[in-house]
């Protein structure tokens, strides 16, 4: 069973900047892809982006393309989701998660998540 602990969230102004972490920890972490995920209040939980294992593959969800970057370190267990130009709209809780591959992180359905971490951006 994975842990998943997300840190780095807050408040921020439109057109700010924010980090968000995900230590994980239970599997191997360098054999999984990992993904962001985030749940507006009101809304269902949605896909934001995904890395391969290795890091060579990305994908993003066409709301944070070009405002959103994703990367992992795998010899500290964590995946990372650099988010800029924040916009009211990104306001959520965000979530990471682990799957097999990348291609299947945006219909697969899990079992778990972590506690998330609060995002809020005002106008």
């Known amino acids: 069973q994975v842990q998943l602990v997300e840190s780095g969230g807050g408040l921020v102004q439109a057109g700010g900047s924010l980090r968000l972490s995900c230590a994980a920890s239970?599997?191997?972490?360098?054999?999984?892809?990992m993904g962001w995920f985030r749940q507006a209040p009101g809304k269902e939980r949605e896909f934001v982006a995904a890395?391969?294992?290795?890091?060579?593959?990305?994908d993003y969800a066409d709301a944070v393309k070009g405002r959103f970057t994703i990367s992992r370190d795998n010899a500290k267990n964590t995946v990372y989701l650099q988010m800029n130009s924040l916009k009211p709209e990104d306001t959520a809780v965000y979530y990471c998660n682990q799957d097999r591959s990348i291609v299947t992180m945006r219909r697969t359905q899990f079992g778990s998540w972590g506690q998330g971490t609060q995002v809020t951006v005002s106008s």
């Open positions: 890395i391969s294992w290795s890091g060579g593959s990305t």
């Open positions: 239970g599997r191997t972490f360098s054999s999984y892809a």
